[in-house]
T-cell receptor, first 112, second 112 residues
Framework: KQEVTQIPAALSVPEGENLVLNCSFT??????LQWFRQDPGKGLTSLLL?????REQTSGRLNASLDKSSGRSTLYIAASQPGDSATYLC???????????FGTGTSLTVIP | NAGVTQTPKFQVLKTGQSMTLQCAQD?????MSWYRQDPGMGLRLIHY???????DQGEVPNGYNVSRSTTEDFPLRLLSAAPSQTSVYFC???????????FGEGSWLTVV
């Protein structure tokens, strides 16, 4: 069974700092990987989707990388802002494309 | 464009009662799924559907039933509620394999 781990569970940084969130998974036979943001009391919002054949994907201040062979993905946030404060989750999609396996998330606080 | 709509947002049930969580989408997506989110455990897949008339079990299906009579709707039924089913439930949709997944706002369920 696919296991997805996100470390650290919580992170607090001053505004303006660049930061990296980590996601690791145990089975490299994946279809793709997706990063989400979750605000308190809300659903998940998709940030970036990386296909298994890709190495990275960028959207604005966000950059996600994927290394399938080592079972790792990172989400890089540049010039962090207080509005970036949220929980960030990664999900690995099985090679059938039908099942998502989620990590437990990293809670990010950006201090003004 | 409502996207993914879940009702109710909050519900308190007594042990043994039954209820239905509603999920409706207006994006004409084929894939719909139900997840539960519990502290420290991430999101876990309950049931999913790849199209009208087709459903399948996810990781934690026991105690739940689903049906998919239309593309738009995917209700989740709790047959006989138990305290272990206290959780936040999310409905999600996507167009097809490898596509971005969209989540509803969640339904908070407490079973006493």
């Amino acid at each position: 069974k696919q296991e997805v781990t996100q470390i650290p569970a919580a992170l607090s940084v001053p505004e303006g700092e660049n930061l990296v969130l980590n996601c690791s998974f145990t089975d490299s036979a994946i279809y793709n990987l997706q990063w989400f943001r979750q605000d308190p009391g809300k659903g998940l919002t998709s940030l970036l989707l990386i296909q298994s054949s890709q190495r990275e994907q960028t959207s604005g201040r966000l950059n996600a990388s994927l290394d399938k062979s080592s079972g790792r993905s990172t989400l890089y946030i540049a010039a962090s802002q207080p509005g970036d404060s949220a929980t960030y989750l990664c999900a690995v999609i099985s090679n059938t494309g039908n099942q998502f396996y989620f990590g437990t998330g990293t809670s990010l606080t950006v201090i003004p | 464009n409502a996207g993914v709509t879940q009702t109710p947002k909050f519900q308190v049930l007594k042990t043994g009662q039954s209820m239905t969580l509603q999920c409706a989408q207006d994006m004409n997506h084929e894939y719909m799924s139900w997840y539960r989110q519990d502290p420290g455990m991430g999101l876990r897949l309950i049931h999913y559907s790849v199209g009208a008339g087709i459903t399948d079990q996810g990781e934690v299906p026991n105690g739940y039933n689903v049906s998919r009579s239309t593309t738009e709707d995917f209700p989740l039924r709790l047959l006989s509620a138990a305290p272990s089913q206290t959780s936040v439930y999310f409905c999600a949709t996507r167009r097809g394999i490898g596509n971005t997944i969209y989540f509803g706002e969640g339904s908070w369920l407490t079973v006493v």
